[in-house]
Each structure stands twice: as structure tokens, then as C-alpha cells.
């Protein structure tokens, strides 16, 4: 925050919003061109089964940072909070709960991923040829679990706090890294998935070492001791208690894209490839609503912290906005540009046609989601997680995922088919957000009548 005339806690909302939003956006677009690399280089490298060891094994992984993505938004939204109070107790509290909480979570999750690469592989049903190579691809990876864990902790509490920019610098340190390793461990010494995840491993690595030096160097607009290390329960638990419910939310919408892609995968291995070429383009395509979705949290928690509920409010519309402008923008990609698109990451003639088919079938979308993640980051900004770990239950687990099966058991089933089950469990998702919303406004209206 600043003295200025518009900040995230006063003035007009568009500017300070947007002025908070673009890093983040920039730290996404960014992260995502950092897991793109990987199957880009092993695309132009290697072969179809490395693609799609690499793109599966990529989702697992990616799935795993979102479950860690989404447990730290506690530390955003109590940071935010105890900012917009002007609280650096809770603040510092929150701080030592989050160095204990995350570093065992980290190290717990290395272990178990590691061991469970195999099955993991077994369960995807991808196809034999590529199998062993997305075993090693994970045991590899999952070595850098915690340095997965430690990034999205400092960045959360950083955007928290009301910095977005930091985070920036620590995605690009680890862009700039992996590529470089990319470029050396798989296009000169032809190391393949291997070569591959031993640079992400290591670039992960070098982005910790380097937010940790940043923290240190600039300091923390509260205090930080030992104390604060220790006896920290009840703060690990409230943290728990607002990320534990957007944890799973974006574990379950993982989940459920794995379980598409081992339903996927069952097919064929061009269609193995393609939906995982689809699913990394999705971060791109989605990059807008994702920013404004983990933006909306810090913005509207601050709002909420300082008793400003209108203007936490405000911020969501005005985000609605902006976000749908470019969804049409990205439906109009799907649809028209998916060749070119899905030529980026692959030579293979069979896999770009599927891709671009499936990148049609999901398109609509596009549409819906600019308006429901919104709604997302403003229900998590205010504390209301339980509600968007339900969403996230129901759109994947009651719509999305049996929507996937019955269209791949039609007779003559396509991508094309499959893929309508993505846009369907869109409409549920902005339906409930929607009926929530409502709930919600009318719940305050008649607690302000009775105490007037």
C-alpha cells in the first residue's frame, strides 16, 4: 500500500486493482510458460511417448502445486487481513505458523510423491510406451516438492501483504533458470524427461534461495523471532481453517483433469498427447480470471479487514469485467486458432488435429469462468472457503467427471464429444456461484434490518 490517492484500501478501485493484478498476471503467465517449456523442448526433442510421460506428469505435478496454492491462500487472506487492521501480531503470528505448517507439509508430500510415482502412472492408465519415462519424470520432480511449497508460501503471504511484484521476480529467477536447463540437460546432452525435471527441480531451488535472500535483505513490515517459530498452533490451524477448503477445491478440479485424461488416456496415445498439450494451454487461456481470482483474495481481504465491504465488492464487479472482455478473446482462440496453437508444442500432424478438436469442444468455457473465478476470489477475500471447496466438489465430482465417462462410451467418441463435458460443469460452477452470491447479500440485508 501506499500514501497515494488510490490504493487498495482507498480511492477508485480500477487503478490500484489493476496496478496489483498485472504482476500476478505477469508471475502466472510466467509460471505457466515455465511448465510449458518442458513439454515444448521434449516435444521439439523427443518423441510422442516423451510428450506424454512429460504432459501427464506435468499435471500430476501441477496438480500437487495447486493443493499447495491453495492451502497458502490462508496466509494470504490472514496477512490481508492483519494488514487491513493494522494488526502485526496476528501478522507475525501468522508468519511463524507458516514457516512450521508448510515446511512439514512440504517434506511429508516429497516422500509420499516419490514413492507413489508408480502407481500414480498406473492409475493415469497412460500408455505402456511412455509409463517408465513418466515414473522417472516424477520421482525426479517430487524431490523439489518442497521448494514447490516454499515458493507459493512467500508469494501468498507477499500478495497478502499487498506486493505482488515480489512474486514476479521469484517466477521469473525460476523461468529463466529452467529454461536454461532445458536447453542444456535435453536439446544438448538428449537427456529427455530426465534432463527435463532435473531442471525444474533445480530451477524451483534457485527461486527459494533467491526469495528467502530478498526477505532477508529488504525485511517484513512486522516483527519476526523465534517465539513466533514456536507454539504456534492455534495460527497453523487458522490458516488450515481458510486454506484447507481452497486447497482441496483446487486439488478436486485437478483431480478431476486427471481423471479426464486417464479416461482420455484409455483411448489412444495421440489422444494422451493431446489433451495434455489442451491442459497447459488452459493456463494460458485462463490467465486473466486466474490473476483476478487470487488477486480479488488479498484485495478484498485488506477491504475486509478495514470494515470496507462495499468497496470489497466493488473490486469483484469491476474485475467481472475486465476478466470477460478477454474470455471472449480467448474463446475466440479455441475456436478458430487451435492448429496454431497446439503446432507450439507438437510436430505430430494426428496430435495437433485432436488438439485443436478438443480445444474447440471446451471453448465456451472461456466464457463462463472470467465470471465465476471472480466470484471465487471474493468469496475466499471475505473467509467463506467452505463454500468453494463445495463448488469445487460438486462441478467436478457430480458434473464434470460423469459428464467425461458418459461421452466417452458413446458410440464413435471423439475428443470433440468428450470435451462438451468441460463447458457443462462451467454452467453448474457459475450457477452456484451465483445462487451463493445472492445468499449471502440477503443473509447481511436482514442482520442489518434486526439491528436497526
Known sequence: MTNGENTILQGKIFEPLIRFTLPLMLAILIQALYGAVDLMIVGKFGSTPSVAAVSNGGQIMQTVSDFMTGLSMGVTVLIGQAVGARDKDRASKTFGAMVTLFLTAGVALSVVMYFCSAPIAELMKIPAEAKPKMVEYLRICSCGIVFITAFNVIAAMFRGLGDSKSPLK?????????????????????????????????????????????????????????????????????????????????LLISISFLIIMAIINDIGLVESASVGIAEKLYVFLALVPISFMYSLSAFVAQNIGAKQEHRAVQSMVVAMRVSFVFGLVTFSLTFFAGTQMASIFADDPAVITATASYLRSVGAEYLMIPIAFCFLGYFSGIGHTRFVFAEGLVSSFVFRIPLCWYFSTLPDTSLAKIGLSVPLSAVAALTMCVAYYFHIRRRRERAEKNLQ
Open 170 to 250: 521469484f517466477i521469473t529467477v525460476a523461468c529463466l533458470f529452467n529454461v536454461a536447463g532445458d536447453l542444456l540437460l535435453v536439446g544438448v546432452l538428449r537427456m529427455d524427461v530426465a534432463g527435463a525435471a532435473i531442471a525444474t527441480v533445480f530451477a524451483q531451488g534457485a527461486s527459494v534461495v533467491f526469495s528467502i535472500w530478498k526477505m532477508k535483505k529488504d525485511g517484513l513490515p512486522f516483527p519476526v523471532d523465534r517465539a513466533h517459530l514456536r507454539n504456534n498452533r492455534p495460527a497453523r490451524l487458522r490458516i488450515a481453517h481458510v486454506g484447507a477448503p481452497m486447497a482441496f477445491q483446487d
